[in-house]
């Protein structure tokens, strides 16, 4: 079970403000790298300002939920007003890792973190993703098994901005978060190399 599953009623609530962006001559490819910058901008704040003002971590789930949507929009610009195109391909997965790294290692900031855990974190969700997209390569389809896909991860780490907000949790709590998201992450890699052969067979 992943909460990619609702995302079709996410795209349902987004598109009024899509027709609106498309009018103004506002371009998929643009929303993506906005988005991909707008990510490693906030995570230098966190990561550099965040332990002296703990509220700054609130800043984590805020962009977690706006970049979901502007991940949403930019995806529906492309499919649903022609403006698909091989660099946006690349641009949506480049983006995607670069500002999920970055998110995630703006949490090395907080006091007590084991660098190891976040590290391994990122290069798990790194891999989960390349599993994704290696579907294509073999003749199946671009794979979005869970248990802990990108919207997963983004619930995940947004939650734990809140709790550091609030002081409610730190170091040790973050390690165990980042424990838990790699062997996730993990099992959605091997879950996804999986499907994506079952189907490539499948279609033999």
């Not at 690349?90 to 995607?96: G, H, M, P, V």
């Not at 579907?135 to 619930?155: F, T």
């Not at 709590?173 to 091997?190: E, Q, S």
């Amino acid at each position: 079970m992943s909460i990619y599953l609702l995302k079709g009623r996410f795209q349902d609530l987004l598109r009024p403000g899509v027709r609106r962006l498309e009018r103004v001559g506002a371009t998929a490819n643009q929303v993506t790298v906005a988005a991909g910058l707008l990510s490693v901008a906030i995570a230098a704040i966190v990561f550099a300002w965040a332990p002296t003002r703990p509220l700054l971590y609130l800043l984590l789930p805020a962009w977690m939920l706006a970049r979901m949507a502007l991940n949403a929009v930019d995806g529906m610009l492309a499919r649903e007003f022609g403006q698909k195109s091989a660099l946006g391909a690349y641009l949506n997965e480049l983006c995607d890792v670069v500002s999920d790294a970055a998110l995630y290692l703006a949490l090395l900031g907080v006091a007590g973190v084991a660098p190891f855990w976040v590290w391994a974190m990122v290069v798990s969700a790194l891999l989960a993703e390349y599993a994704g997209i290696l579907g294509l390569m073999v003749g199946a389809s671009r794979r979005y098994e869970g248990p802990m896909g990108k919207s997963d991860r983004a619930l995940v780490v947004g939650a734990s901005g809140l709790l550091l907000a609030g002081s409610w949790i730190g170091g040790t709590a973050v390690n165990a978060v980042a424990m838990v998201v790699t062997v996730l992450c993990t099992v959605t890699m091997v879950r996804r190399v999986r499907a994506g052969l079952a189907e490539e067979h499948a279609t033999r």
